[in-house]
């Protein structure tokens, strides 16, 4: 089932992708006219956070806790992207909320197996995506939920820098002001509900606190001068936390009504998430696809090209919309490369292996 749900993870990947650029006036060659690329635009922000990150740390969490049951949440997130694809919103909305809630119960396991600061987290940032999605079936809004499916991903993430935090020897008060940084961030979320401009501002906030925390406190600013993968990891993390800082101030100036929207969405999704994502790939993707990767200095070729990619589109593109067009393709590009980077370095991997038994032989 494994298998299938990150071939359905593929899949909804590309058609977030797909709605992602005609947003900015670029259509997918092919797919021109296609229903479910309107769909796909209509539903993009469901698609990339609830329906593919959601189904991925669906994924990776039900291998943590090696219970089949929990495969439920990664299958009915799968399912909602499947149905806002199909025309079917409302079903994809309830199929949200069942999976968001199907989550909350894994992680509920995981805090009873391991009561700790940073489960307790993974906890929250379960519960941000239930409150997320049940503003999403109750219609409050189609900016109301995008605060709290951030703080999904966000939470998971700090949850994970904050275990790390171990290996500095840091003191309870570290984890006492990032649960204040995120306290904050949830108290945005709520606020943004009834007041997008106040709550808007809190969030922001609480973002431009998040990254200076992590850039502070992260293992990251150590592992930065070590070797091999550590040191591409460290490099992907604090690229992220830039990328924060960067959202942060965007959503304080969109709360100030300036037209900042693209910068705030963009380089917390893409800047920060997404280079999250290509940091720890190469740790998670064998854990959970049980395929091996050989790692090498190819790693930062789609590290580099989402960031310059993103400098092009936040940057220069802030006020050129062609500019910002191509950003975008360059942002998909990245992706693509990242997932060529995986398929290859899997290939590597495999080649190498079944190599080894022939030099014994010969010997």
């Not at 079903?91 to 391991?114: H, T």
Request: with cysteine.
């Amino acid at each position: 089932m494994k298998r299938a749900l990150l071939v359905g993870v593929a899949l909804l990947l590309c058609a977030g992708i797909a709605g992602g650029l005609l947003r900015v006036g670029i259509v997918v060659p092919g797919a021109d006219g296609a229903a479910w690329l309107g769909r796909a635009t209509t539903h993009h922000a469901a698609l990339m956070i609830c329906a593919f990150f959601g189904t991925v740390i669906g994924i990776e969490r039900a291998v943590a806790v090696k219970l089949r049951v929990a495969l439920l949440a990664p299958l009915a997130s799968g399912l909602s992207g499947a149905c806002l694809l199909l025309g079917e919103p409302g079903a994809g909305a309830w199929l949200g909320v069942v999976a968001a809630l199907a989550f909350v119960g894994v992680n509920l396991v995981v805090v009873r197996r391991q009561r700790a600061a940073h489960t307790l987290l993974l906890l929250a940032g379960a519960l941000a995506w239930a409150v997320g999605s049940v503003l999403q079936v109750a219609g409050v809004g189609p900016a109301a939920p995008l605060p709290w499916w951030f703080a999904f991903l966000i939470l998971t993430i700090a949850a994970e820098r904050l275990e790390m935090t171990r290996l500095m020897r840091q003191g309870p008060e570290v984890a006492f002001l990032l649960c204040a940084v995120l306290a904050t961030m949830l108290a945005g979320a709520t606020w943004f509900a009834l007041s997008p401009a106040r709550g808007g501002l809190l969030f922001g906030l609480s973002l431009v606190f998040l990254a200076a925390w992590l850039i502070v406190f992260d293992v990251a600013r150590r592992t930065v001068r070590a070797h091999g993968l550590s040191r591409y990891m460290a490099v992907a993390l604090l690229g992220g936390y830039a990328w924060l800082a960067v959202a942060g101030v965007a959503w304080i100036a969109m709360a100030y009504g300036w037209p900042a929207r693209d910068i705030a969405l963009h380089a917390l999704g893409l800047g920060f998430v997404v280079s999250m994502m290509m940091g720890h790939a190469p740790v998670i993707l064998p854990a959970i696809a049980r395929v091996k990767l050989a790692f090498g200095p190819a790693f930062y070729a789609p590290l580099l090209a989402l960031h310059l990619s993103l400098l092009l589109r936040l940057g220069f593109g802030s006020d050129d919309f062609s500019l910002r067009a191509i950003g975008a393709v360059l942002n998909a590009a990245s992706i693509a490369l990242f997932a060529a980077t995986l398929a290859g370095a899997a290939a590597i991997r495999r080649m190498r292996q079944g190599a080894m038994p022939a030099r014994r032989t010969t010997r």
